[in-house]
Every structure is written in C-alpha cells, then in structure tokens.
C-alpha cells in the first residue's frame, strides 16, 4: 500500500477512536450503554441497522461467490435483507412495544426463566461467532493487503473494536456506525463498483468474458439458495443483535420505516459485490484464494489515495457488526445470566461495570477462536445454523399462537439445539441437513407438546403485556 493510503487507515481508525470516546459520555445508564437510550431518529437508525447487518461475511464472502457463481452471488446478502424486511414489515410493532433489552428477556416474559436462560446460551453462541466472522474477515484484508501476519492482523482489527464498543457500549457503536455507514456507502457504490467495471473493460467485457453461467440467478444452486434463506432470513429475524438496533428507535414509525430501508439497502449491496467479484474474475483469473477476491482486485484497480477510502469502507463494514454484535453477546450474558442469577440487585453502576468487564472477556475470546478457524464462511454458517434452528418457532410462534407453553418451548429450543449440534459435527458446517432437522424437530416438539398441554398451561398475550408493564414499573422506581 502506499503511504497515502495507509495514511488514510490510520486517519480513519483515529477518528474511530474518538468518535468512540465522545460515544462513551453519552452511556452513564444500562439503557444508554446497551439500546442508546432508546432515541435515534431515522438517519441513525438506519445507518447502524445497515451497518450491522452488512459486515465481513457480506462484503467478502459475497465478492467470493461473486468470482466463484456471478451474480448468483447475491442470495447470501439478498436472504439477509428479506429476513430485515420482514421484521419491519411485520414485527417491528410487536417489538416495539416490549421494552426490553434482549430476545430472552422476552421470552421469560412469554414463557418462564428456563427458557430465557436456555435461548440465552443459543443466542450467545451465534453473536459469538457471528462476530468470529467479522474478526477473521478484518485480519484477511490486513493480512493481504499491508503483509501482516494473519494471526497479527486479526488481533489489530479486533483489539480496535473492542477498545471503543467498551468505551461507549451502543451509544459508541452507534456513532461510529454512522461514520462507517457514509465510508461504505461511498466507497462501495461511487468508487468500487465503477472502477472495476472500467477496469474490467465495462459491462460489455463481463458479457463476452465471463461463462453464461455467471449471469444466471439460479447459477449457485437451488439448495445452496434453499439453505441461505434457512440460514439468513430465518436467523436475522430472530437475531439478538438485530433486535438490539431495534430497541434503539426513538418511535414506531422510526422503527419500522428504517427497518425496511436497511434491508432494501442490503439488496442494492448485494448486487454491487457481486458484480466486483465477477470483475476480479476477469481481472485475476488465477487468482489462488477467492476469499482474496476483494482486495485482491482493489489493489490492482485503485490508484493511491482511492484505495485507502476503499479499504476503509470494508474495513467499516466488518468493524460496525463486529461491535454490534460483540455488544449483543456480552448483554445477553450479562442481562440474562449475571444479573438474572447471580448479581439481580446489582446497582446501575455494578451493571455499567459488569458490562464492560464482560465485553473485554468476551472480545478476548472471540480473537482467539478467530484465529483458530479463519474461514470467514464456515463460521457463518455455524452461528445461524444454531440460532435459526433452534429459537424461530419459539419466538414466531410465541408472537402469533397464544397457546404455546413454557414447557413447549423449552425442550423445543433443547432438543433442537442438540439436533443442530450433532447433524453440524456429522455432516459438516455447510451442510443444509442439520437446519432443516432443527427446524423440524423444533416444530414438533413445540406443537406436539402445546397441544398435549392443558388450557391453562400458558400466558395469554395480555398476561405477557402485564408482566413486562409490571417489570418497567418496577425498573422506573428502583430508577
């Protein structure tokens, strides 16, 4: 890289820096550290939605399917988008309304504390690894683009999330998403996408060059299609760190209206990497790791200067969900197992400092289980496979069919959860198998066991509105 460039890296992580510290004087409650007081307006809001949800595996691993399939590349970040449509379309005022701070605190609320501890676990397992794939897909851009050791590469990229998400908590991971949001945007749409067609020798060269395949949607494979939307639509509906961004709206309307523009934005994403990757087809035929294709391709078709705004726009991207859902994790572990059974006294300060404690503990964590894996797709697919197999139904149904039961719930999340595990280990990470047997064995038994049940045996929807109204009114007088 030339030193213009890595000027400009440098020039970007020092705002980040400092963005995130002003971010941190703004969190001096649990609710500013963990949903930023519950205030953004439209712009904020979707500008950390968006950023959340488009991070390393969207950026890099869709420019991989990108050069691998053409832009049949797109049904990854395409699947997520609609699962964030839906959301807005059809949750967001049922959400809205909870109050809460994560999935399994509302799940209590529907349920009981079993089953808010046990989707407490499923959900820390995929907020884990989904920031896993953002730390891996930090230390690859470093690794090829500045020669670094990929090892050290990962530590440099997750060192700097962490330090600023412990700072400010939602409030710092909120303002630098903003910032991150304007660098993607501009990078991606108004510099990537037109100098690599051009350097490609423009949309008729892709047409004469590329196999016909590449321009077929269906060219990846109606399973692997199949098994994005089991994936990603199901996952982000039910995703701890999305529903974290959307305790953050200042209303309804804000909610909704910036819900759905996150996931059409998703779907315009998607269409520009994909069409990168099929230049990086043209420009680097040989090319040795398609993970690579990304950056492989900026370095040879950006100039000085250009590149480093590029490379700070992926770099903005992996960075924004990495926060979000580093965040995610260490609220649920914090939210829903220290503070609900060993520390449910602790003070507004005590939960500030817990919170803190834990994200650093967790961070941590995620650096080194990163370096142990370093394929950014497969740790993907682990982290939804587990969350949209087992809690889905649970959280759906619990929404729409006033009669399921705790107990349904419950050893529907368990035996799910084990099926998922089980079918992962023999069938492989990417395998379409152990989901559909998750989702299958969460649907039965949650079905099988309600309907066993006797009529008495679950909260109507006006039992669970008054438990959580008995629960704010109980926080707004220890407050």
């Given at each position: 890289?030339?030193?213009l ?59 991989k ?24 379309l ?8 909870l109050?809460?701070?994560t ?20 959900s ?58 304007v ?26 060059n ?17 098994q ?19 305790f ?33 087809f ?25 590149l ?87 959280i ?9 039961t ?5 050893y ?9 595990i ?23 038994v ?24 008995g629960?704010a ?7």
């Amino acid at each position: 890289m030339h030193i213009l460039d890595i000027s400009i890296m440098i020039l970007y992580f020092s705002v980040l820096i400092i963005v995130g510290v002003i971010g941190s004087k703004r969190a001096k409650t649990a609710d500013d550290f963990i949903v930023a007081g519950r205030n953004l307006g439209h712009f904020m809001y979707l500008s950390c939605l968006a950023a959340v949800i488009l991070g390393g595996a969207s950026t890099l691993g869709t420019a991989k399917l990108g050069y691998q399939f053409g832009i049949s590349g797109i049904w990854l970040v395409v699947m997520i988008g609609l699962g964030i449509i839906a959301i807005g379309l059809f949750l967001t005022n049922k959400i809205f309304n909870l109050k809460v701070l994560t999935i399994s605190e509302m799940l209590e609320k529907r349920y009981n504390s079993q089953t808010r501890l046990i989707s407490a676990l499923v959900s820390v397992i995929y907020t884990f690894m989904l920031t896993v794939t953002q730390v891996i897909g930090m230390g690859t851009i470093l690794h090829v683009l500045a020669g670094w050791n990929l090892t050290v590469s990962m530590i440099v990229g997750g060192g700097i999330v962490l330090f600023y998400t412990i700072l400010g908590g939602m409030w710092s991971v909120t303002m630098t998403d903003v910032v991150q949001f304007v660098i993607m945007t501009i990078g991606i749409f108004f510099i990537m996408l037109p100098m690599s067609i051009s350097k490609a020798g423009g949309w008729g060269s892709l047409e004469e060059n590329l196999p016909a395949s590449h321009f077929e949607l269906g060219n990846i494979g109606g399973e692997t299609i199949f098994q994005y939307f089991l994936l990603f639509t199901l996952g982000v509906v039910v995703g701890q760190d999305i529903w974290q961004r959307l305790f953050t709206a200042r209303t309804k309307a804000v909610s909704r209206g910036g819900t759905i523009g996150a996931g059409l934005y998703s779907v315009f994403y998607a269409i520009a990497i994909s069409i990168i990757g099929m230049c990086a087809f043209i420009i680097l035929p040989d090319l040795g790791d398609p993970q690579n294709a990304f950056t492989s391709i900026a370095m040879v078709t950006l100039p000085a200067g250009l590149l480093g705004v590029v490379i700070a726009s992926v770099v903005s991207a992996l960075m924004s969900t990495a926060s979000g859902t580093l965040l995610a994790s260490s609220t649920l572990v914090v939210n829903d197992i220290i503070k609900k059974y060993i520390g449910p006294k602790m003070s507004e300060r005590q939960f500030l400092k817990t919170s803190r404690i834990t994200t650093l503990t967790i961070g941590v964590l995620t650096i080194i289980v990163s370096i142990w894996i370093q394929d950014i797709l497969v740790a993907l697919d682990v982290a939804y496979a587990i969350l949209s197999g087992a809690v889905f139904f649970p959280i759906i149904l619990g929404f729409f069919w006033k009669r399921v039961t705790a107990t349904a719930a419950f050893y529907s999340i368990l035996a799910s959860m084990i099926v998922i595990i089980v079918g992962l280990v023999i069938n492989g990470p990417s395998s379409t198998q152990p989901i559909l047997y998750g989702l299958a064995t969460s649907f039965v038994v949650i079905t099988t066991i309600t309907l066993l049940s006797s009529n008495n045996d679950h909260k109507n929807e006006s039992e669970v509105k008054q438990d959580i109204k008995g629960k704010a009114d109980m926080d707004t007088m220890a407050n």
